[in-house]
Nanobody, 118 residues
Framework: QVQLVESGGGLVQAGGSLRLSCTAS????????MGWYRQAPGKPRELVAT???????NYADSVKGRFTISGDNAKKTVYLQMSSLKPEDTAVYYC????????????WGQGTQVTVSS
């Protein structure tokens, strides 16, 4: 199993910035991709950004140019730097880790609330 601990959420005004962090522990040897998803009230969970161990990144169109994902493989930690935040970025942000061992498995953090006021 993989345990994920997130931090860094909070309340910020539109146009502001926040940085989220997520550290994985447990069976992390075969984790080859980590990322962030978010879920706003009444909406399905959606991809925000992912990063592979090799550093390949993928972003949702809605956050490109505003959010930056980065990772520290040695610490099994992933960061999401969010800038130029908009009220529509308000959501619970979930860290995700994907293990390639066996048939593959996806693991989730408990989520951290990000609220952007207008």
């Amino acid at each position: 199993q993989v345990q994920l601990v997130e931090s860094g959420g909070g309340l910020v005004q539109a146009g502001g910035s926040l940085r989220l962090s997520c550290t994985a522990s447990g069976s992390v040897a075969s984790v080859n991709r980590m990322g962030w998803y978010r879920q706003a009230p009444g909406k399905p969970r959606e991809l925000v950004a992912t990063i592979t161990n090799e550093g390949w990144t993928n972003y949702a169109d809605s956050v490109k140019g505003r959010f930056t994902i980065s990772g520290d493989n040695a610490k099994k930690t992933v960061y999401l730097q969010m800038s130029s935040l908009k009220p529509e970025d308000t959501a619970v942000y979930y860290c995700n880790a994907y293990r390639s061992a066996g048939f593959g498995s996806s693991h989730w953090g408990q989520g951290t609330q990000v609220t952007v006021s207008s």
